[in-house]
């Protein structure tokens, strides 16, 4: 499912946790995201439950609306080595990373964060889990350190969703071993 700026998905929030890749797929490392809720869409109890995001950031506060629990998926660029994971917990007062996140959206995920704060429309549990990126520029796929991170940020994030406490995903963990 790709949702834009003025879509959003019908869904039901009893059906478990919603994960959002965000991303632009045209923009190399930026479809990092995309490209992890792709995989991520198999292993979920309802697949509808992972969505691809293209929209700007304002988007996010309308697709977590009535969430319990969300994960965010999204490229980075803070400085740190290509295909590196960054896993923040935004539920709480959270300081993102003065560096990070450099965005192609309109408004990061970051800022969409701060701003669903300040408005009181948090998810009551959000998670954002960042992949370094390093090629932003116009094309199509991911730079090798981001390709061989993807595994890994599936994985990270399925073993998550399956072992939150008061959680119960069904989300598959046999993942990342392909």
């Known amino acids: 499912m790709v949702a ?16 959002i890749g965000v991303g632009n797929p045209n923009r190399h490392d930026d479809g990092v995201g995309l490209e992890i809720v792709r995989r991520l869409r198999p292993l979920l109890p ?5 969505v691809a995001f293209e929209g700007d950031g304002t988007g996010l506060l309308d697709l ?3 969430e319990a629990t969300v994960v ?17 917990d935004a539920s709480g007062p959270t300081r993102f990373p003065t560096s990070a996140p450099s965005s192609t959206h309109g408004l990061s995920v970051a800022e969409a964060v701060l701003l669903a704060r300040s408005l009181g429309r948090l998810p009551k549990r959000l998670v954002v889990y960042g992949v370094e990126g390093s090629d932003f520029s116009p094309g199509v796929g991911l730079s090798g350190g981001v390709a061989r991170a993807v595994a890994r940020a599936v994985e990270s994030i399925a073993n998550e969703l399956n072992h939150a ?5 069904g989300v598959d963990t046999g993942v990342g071993h392909a």
């Open 46 to 50: 309802h697949a509808e439950r992972g």
């Open 64 to 66: 977590w609306e009535g």
């Open 72 to 88: 965010v998926v999204d490229a980075v660029h803070s400085g740190a080595p290509p295909g590196t994971i960054h896993r923040i």
């Open 4 to 19: 834009g700026p003025h879509v959003t998905p019908a869904r039901e929030p009893s059906l478990g946790p919603l994960v």
């Open 165 to 169: 406490p008061g959680l119960d995903s």
